[in-house]
């Protein structure tokens, strides 16, 4: 069983925001059998804004004063859960990821709020000392949105990635992979 907890706070305080971010984890294993789960917070860092185009972004503070929008202050939220099992030289793996970004604007046409899920599938295998296969699938569902007082569409944010790669280990920490 482990267990990890993280704290920082951003230099970059201001009189209405203070910027933070906490992670925490956990993880337990028997056998060949692991789970493990984590959280993570950011607090005033805005990470909505600093993904959409800057005509839906809160993040620029003169928009915001122009608003009347002094108090604005952003919650993103990660929380993921992996499973994994190990059957002889082979690993097998699952993940899945919760994202959400919450912003509080109350101005018109700028970005609200975003959530998405994430999933992976990981097959590795060390054939022998020196090889190493790993072949994995990673996808992402397009999510849902809300811009103030506007429609919203998440339409082509959905993506998937199919992976495989070969290693060969000339010494431990030495070796060349192909992916």
């Known amino acids: 069983f482990e267990a990890a907890i993280q ?3 951003d230099l970059a305080r201001t009189a209405t925001r203070d910027p933070y971010a906490w992670s925490g984890g ?7 059998f692991e789970v493990a ?21 809160n993040v620029n503070s003169s928009f915001a004063a122009q608003a009347g ?8 939220r990660a929380s993921s859960l992996m499973l994994k ?10 993940d899945i990821n919760d994202k959400r970004y919450f912003e509080n604007s109350t101005a018109v046409g700028r ?12 097959w590795d295998a060390r054939w ?6 790993q072949a994995h699938y990673v996808g992402s569902t397009p999510g849902t949105c809300t811009v103030v007082g506007q429609t919203c569409s998440t339409d082509g944010l959905e993506g998937s990635q199919i992976s ?6 000339f010494a431990r920490p030495t070796f060349l992979f192909a992916m």
Do not use: C
């Not at 956990?26 to 060949?32: H, I």
């Open 164 to 169: 495989a790669g070969v290693a060969y280990h």
């Open 7 to 9: 704290y920082s706070s």
């Open 37 to 57: 789960i984590a959280h993570e917070i950011h607090q005033d860092f805005f990470g909505l804004s600093r993904t959409v185009p800057s005509s839906l972004a």
């Open 111 to 122: 970005a609200h709020s975003y959530r998405n899920n994430s999933y992976l599938v990981i």
């Open 128 to 133: 022998s000392n020196e090889w190493r296969t």
């Open 26 to 32: 956990l993880k337990w294993g028997m056998g060949d």
């Open 85 to 94: 099992y190990k059957l002889g030289n082979h690993a097998f793996e699952f």
């Open 69 to 76: 929008q002094t108090g604005l202050h952003s919650t993103d």
